[in-house]
C-alpha cells in the first residue's frame, strides 16, 4: 500500500439493494470508519448477466469508487465476487487500491455449521453457474458435497420491496423445497446472494426445523474486522470520522425510501453516473 496515498473511506458496492444487509453489519461492528455505498440500482439485477457484462459493470463502479477516494471496496454482491473479483484483483487493481469479496469469508466458515457435510446454496443463476462456491468450499473442506439452487424471482421480489407477499410466499417455497430435494441431508443453507436475507421472516417460515441459514452479512463484517487486523496498511488507509455516503446510479428519492427500509435508518442519497 502506498504510504503516500491519503487515507479514504471504505467503498460498499452492489448491484443494488442487497448490499445494504451486508453494509448494515459492517457498519454496526465497524462504526468508526467513514463508507461511501454504491448501488448500481439502474442496471440491476447483474444475476442473470454475462460474465463480461458483471465484470464490465463492476469495474466500472469499483473505479468510480476508488476515484471517490477509497482505497479499500467491498463487493457486497456474490454475482460480482462470482464473476469479477479474481479478474480485477489479479489485472486491473491500481497501486495501493484493494478490492475483497463476500464468498470468501463464507466459505471459511461453512464447516462450523454442518454436521452431515451437506450444504445448500441458494443464489443467482449467474453465482450457481461461477460453480464458484463449490470452488471455494472444496479449497478448504474437500469432504463438504455441496448442492446449489437458483432463485431468479427474489432479487425482484426484494428490489420492488415484495416481501411479505402470495408471490414471495409462493416463490421462496417452491425454492427451499427444490434445493433440499437434491438431498435429505443438507443441514445447512447459506444465502449466497446479499438481497436473500431480506427475505429471512419468510424463508424462515418453510426451511425444516434442524436447518441452520447462514446469512452473510455478520460472516462479512467480522471477516473484515479480522482482516484490518492483519493488514495494518490497509487499515491505516482508511479514514475514520464515522462518516456515511450513499450513492445509486438510478432515482436517489427511491433509493432513499427502499435503503430505509434494507438498512434500518433513515439515508441521504444522491445519483451518480458510473
Ligand atoms: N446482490 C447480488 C448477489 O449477492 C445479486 C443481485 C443481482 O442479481 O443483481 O448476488
Redesign the pocket.
Known amino acids: 500500500m502506498d504510504k503516500t496515498s491519503p487515507s479514504g473511506p471504505i467503498g460498499i458496492f452492489?448491484?443494488?439493494y442487497?448490499?445494504l444487509s451486508v453494509f448494515k453489519e459492517i457498519q454496526q461492528l465497524l462504526p468508526q470508519y467513514d463508507y461511501i455505498y454504491l448501488g448500481d440500482n439502474a442496471r440491476?439485477?447483474?444475476?442473470?448477466r454475462s460474465f463480461d457484462t458483471v465484470y464490465n459493470y463492476t469495474k466500472q463502479c469499483v473505479f468510480k469508487l476508488f476515484e471517490m477516494g477509497c482505497n479499500l471496496v467491498i463487493l457486497?454482491?456474490?454475482?460480482?465476487?462470482?464473476k469479477a473479483l479474481r479478474t480485477l484483483q489479479h489485472n486491473d487493481l491500481p497501486a495501493g487500491k484493494k478490492v475483497l469479496g463476500?464468498i470468501r469469508p463464507t466459505t471459511e466458515i461453512v464447516h462450523n455449521y454442518t454436521k452431515t457435510n451437506k450444504i445448500g446454496i441458494l443464489?443467482?443463476t449467474?453465482?450457481v453457474k461461477s460453480e464458484s462456491y463449490k470452488i471455494e468450499v472444496h479449497k478448504f473442506n474437500p469432504e463438504i458435497e455441496v448442492f446449489q439452487h437458483d432463485c431468479p424471482f427474489w432479487?425482484p421480489l426484494v428490489e420492488n420491496n415484495e416481501i411479505n407477499t402470495e408471490g414471495a410466499h409462493y416463490f421462496v417455497q417452491k425454492d427451499i423445497r427444490e434445493l433440499l430435494q437434491q438431498s435429505d441431508q443438507i443441514d445447512t443453507i447459506v444465502l449466497?446472494?446479499?438481497?436473500y436475507p431480506l427475505l429471512l421472516p419468510v424463508i424462515e417460515k418453510y426451511v425444516p426445523k434442524g436447518v441452520t441459514v447462514i446469512s452473510q452479512g455478520p460472516v462479512v463484517a467480522g471477516s473484515l474486522q479480522d482482516y484490518l487486523h492483519r493488514h495494518a496498511e490497509v487499515e491505516a488507509s482508511c479514514s475514520k470520522n464515522g462518516q456515511l455516503a450513499f450513492y445509486t446510479t438510478d432515482d436517489p428519492r427511491d433509493f432513499e425510501t427502499k435503503a430505509q427500509i434494507f438498512f434500518g435508518k433513515p439515508v441521504d442519497a444522491s445519483h451518480i453516473s458510473v
Open positions: 452492489d448491484s443494488g442487497g448490499g440491476v439485477p447483474y444475476g442473470t457486497a454482491c456474490n454475482t460480482a465476487s462470482a463476500v443464489a443467482t449467474g453465482t432479487v449466497a446472494c446479499t438481497h
